[in-house]
């Protein structure tokens, strides 16, 4: 009988010390707030570079499970609208990013802090040293993304022209060059490519003129209309008015699955 009340015992405790365990490795899902972009603006596009290679670290970013776009519900819905608007100018929008949990901001963190991996340094920072990545906040330890209620996207003319894929490994384009020079985005031109580190980016720089300089503010019109707010560093950069999770920085995994 103490063998097997022994026994006993040493199964409760390891049944004990298992179940938290399990419980911690269990992947975190959406709040009910959050929607897939998709099933409130089938028409907006969606090109979702951190779920591929094609962005400034190089390679799928953490968390990005599937290439799709997750908002808030207020922050999707706010798109439809402007997506209404633009629909009747001949335009559609494109997002790039959304929803961006906090385990992609964290590889983000350690990729800067590797001074040696520059594999894509010619695209996407040509004229800015890694090692001034933070100084210059490009890279920083917290993103709006994180929210819910912040994306990254662009206009393109309907209807769309085709885009080819990425390869790993072709030639690089610094992405301030001429439009018809960098990687071939079919957005309309925006005097930068997406995810560009340089002042070129910054939505107000005088240096963007012309037909550039009518495609942001046509962007940016329509976002501010439709309640949203720009990043003033980076044109494609726009957060819900009044976001519904101001101080909430969510870690679920880029998925529908996780939607409920």
Request: net charge neutral; charged share 25%.
């Amino acid at each position: 009988m103490p063998i097997f009340r022994a026994l006993a015992v040493t199964l409760t405790v390891l049944a004990a010390l298992t179940v938290p365990a399990t419980a911690q490795a269990a992947t975190p899902t959406a709040p009910r707030e959050f929607v897939a972009l998709s099933d409130v603006a089938p028409s907006i596009l969606q090109d979702i570079r951190y779920a591929t290679r094609h962005n400034f670290v190089g390679q799928r970013i953490d968390g990005y499970v599937e290439p799709t776009c997750i908002l808030t519900r207020q922050a999707a819905e706010g798109l439809r609208q402007a997506q209404s608007q633009l629909r009747k100018k001949g335009y559609t929008l494109k997002v790039y990013d959304c929803y961006r949990p906090q385990r992609a901001v964290d590889h983000f963190v350690r990729w800067a802090k590797d001074l040696a991996d520059e594999k894509m340094k010619a695209e996407f920072y040509p004229n800015v040293a890694k090692d001034r990545l933070f100084e210059d906040g490009y890279i920083a330890e917290k993103s709006g993304h994180s929210r819910g209620s912040t994306m990254d996207l662009t206009v393109v003319k309907l209807p769309p022209r085709f885009q080819r894929p990425y390869f790993p490994g072709e030639p690089l384009k610094p992405c301030f060059a001429p439009q018809d020079q960098r990687f071939p985005d079919n957005m309309v031109d925006m005097g930068t490519g997406y995810d560009c580190f340089d002042p070129l980016a910054h939505t107000d720089n005088p240096a963007i003129t012309g037909v550039a300089r009518q495609n942001r503010d046509l962007l940016r019109t329509t976002m501010i209309t439709a309640g949203f707010h720009n990043l003033p560093e980076e044109w494609w950069h726009y957060t819900l008015d009044g976001e519904p999770f101001p101080d909430t920085y969510f870690d679920f995994p880029v998925s529908r699955c996780g939607l409920r």
